[in-house]
């Protein structure tokens, strides 16, 4: 009996030894379930764990099919016909079916850039049966399968339909989804940690992993994502081998953290992102285009990486592009300034704006390094020029949910804020959520421009790629004209994690299938 009671010891010991953890601090905590409701990237990291596309970006870009088996398009492409793969199934056990699809993709639309230009061009979007699902266009739109692979802003996932039948306006609190990771609500609390498990009636595609594509092969039993909102307290953590994985360390802790022989650091978006400053154009002073325009003369995409402890190596000291550069779309259409202050310049403008010295409120996130820096180096910058800041911190949920209010700021309102946005936030035309300027049904900040909106329709409608690149020089120039958001510098950030974890890729978003804790 002795004998049998410690080997059935050890064999208890051996199985909670196999159950293998990656504890991980990402950009933000969690501080919400819902990809549609909000834009925030944090949000749509959960996104990725607990639900599954329809179509998926691959390492290039392209668009691939992933809860989608096979598909058509019509001759004058304007109808597709859609049928899902075999084995899909909700975390509740019940098969995704089309009717799961279509709401869901009926709800994100209602609230995603992409979504609505898409359901602007529907003319209908209906079951055919239990695993299909028709799409018929009434006008030309060149990009369906990249709308149904949309990965960022509100991400586009298959919910159930019972979730997806909730208003866009209001955020679930569900998190059932079909993906490869399942949800521990009893064991979320915000301010500490979120847990993921694997999910094992998870049946990935046949073909490797490939960016966001291709199978996800779980190869961990347990996520932790571990909220420790201090940078120095995280590094500290990971050195002892308390957490695995930091998304975005701080970059003056990355000299310290490559000495240590225990640690490895990668980029996981190559690309780079870019620091957007976003201004609210509902409020004085910014809601006078000279206004915007003054402080294009006084942010330097340096200074502010320099600022920011960007190394010179992770850095593109100067980028004009909207849609970033080192990519495809790459412009430098109707850019000025953004090199070095010219003070007289801006005065000159805000003069011309009739700005009267009030108050100008500019959001700052003490939790997010990177943000903060910025926004504290542009804040003095502005401030030479004559602009009266008011400069509160507070933490990122907090400026998520002000952000929100169209008040003036004595109301409780706002005037700019910094956020940061990969490739995938912002690679083109249709997809870029912040250049989008519907006016009062846009996003935080509410720029208002039809002319803008007509070309970046004329963009995505457009099947000849020739074509399209003279629409997308059209776009850059008004961009610049109207400024819907300013770029403020362009930079790789590099993630850090412990040397027995393998299978991270360069996949911009962090996901964590194919990865692998030894």
């Not at 109808?79 to 279509?102: E, W």
């Not at 802003?153 to 990771?181: C, H, K, Q, W, Y």
């Not at 700005?355 to 804040?379: H, R």
Request: aromatic share 8%; net charge neutral; glycine share 6%.
């Amino acid at each position: 009996m002795r004998r049998w009671l410690v080997l059935a010891g050890l064999l208890l010991t051996s199985a909670a030894q196999a159950q293998s953890t990656l504890r991980m601090v990402l950009v933000n905590d969690l501080a919400g379930l819902d990809p549609v409701f909000s834009t925030a990237a944090v949000i749509r990291n959960h996104g990725f764990m607990v639900y599954d596309q329809l179509f998926a970006i691959d390492a290039k870009g392209v668009p691939q099919p992933e809860m989608v088996g096979a598909w058509t398009v019509s001759p004058d492409a304007l109808s597709y016909s859609f049928t899902l793969r075999d084995g899909l199934a909700f975390h509740d056990g019940a098969p995704v079916r089309a009717a799961d699809v279509v709401a869901s993709i009926k709800r994100w639309a209602q609230r995603d850039v992409v979504g609505k230009a898409l359901a602007a061009a529907t003319a209908s979007l209906d079951v055919t049966g239990e695993k299909s699902f028709a799409l018929k266009l009434s006008r030309p739109f060149a990009l369906v399968t990249e709308a149904l692979a949309r990965p960022t802003a509100n991400a586009l996932f298959v919910m159930p339909e019972r979730i997806a039948a909730t208003s866009p306006a209001t955020a679930i609190t569900d998190a059932t989804g079909s993906g490869p990771f399942i949800f521990e609500a009893a064991s979320w609390r915000v301010g500490d940690k979120a847990v993921y498990r694997r999910n094992p009636a998870y049946q990935p595609r046949p073909e490797p992993a490939d960016g966001l594509a291709g199978g996800k092969h779980v190869l961990l039993d347990r996520l932790e994502w571990r909220a420790i909102p201090d940078a120095a307290t995280a590094a500290a953590a990971l050195q002892a081998g308390e957490i695995d994985f930091i998304e975005q360390p701080s970059p003056d802790l990355l000299p310290m953290l490559e000495k240590n022989p225990a640690i490895r650091t990668m980029a996981i978006n190559p690309v780079g992102s870019m620091v957007w400053l976003r201004l609210n154009h509902a409020q004085k002073p910014f809601n006078n285009a000279a206004a915007r325009q003054a402080l294009l003369y006084l942010v330097n995409q340096k200074e502010n990486l320099d600022a920011a402890g960007i190394r010179p190596s992770e850095q593109v000291p100067y980028c004009p592009a909207y849609f970033l550069c080192g990519t495809p779309l790459e412009s430098a259409a109707g850019a000025v300034g953004m090199k070095e202050a010219d003070i007289g310049k801006a005065k000159a403008l805000l003069a011309q704006a009739g700005y009267d010295g009030g108050k100008v409120v500019f959001m700052n996130p003490a939790d997010s390094p990177i943000n903060f820096a910025v926004t504290q180096t542009m804040a003095a910058a502005f401030a030479k020029a004559g602009l009266n800041m008011d400069v509160p911190v507070m933490d990122w949920a907090t400026l998520t949910s002000r952000r929100n209010k169209r008040e003036p700021v004595d109301q409780g309102g706002w005037s700019l804020f910094v956020t940061v946005a990969n490739v995938l936030d912002s690679g083109s035309p249709l997809t870029d959520l912040y250049i989008a300027s519907p006016c009062e049904s846009g996003l935080a900040g509410w720029p208002c421009d039809q002319k803008l909106e007509d070309l970046r329709r004329a963009w995505w409608e457009e099947p000849d790629a020739a074509k399209r690149g003279a629409l997308l020089t059209q776009v850059h120039a008004r961009a610049y004209e109207v400024l819907p958001y300013i770029n403020a510098g362009q930079f790789r950030s590099l993630a850090a994690y412990r040397s027995n974890v393998t299978g991270l890729r360069a996949t911009t978003i962090p996901v964590f299938w194919g990865v692998e804790k030894k």
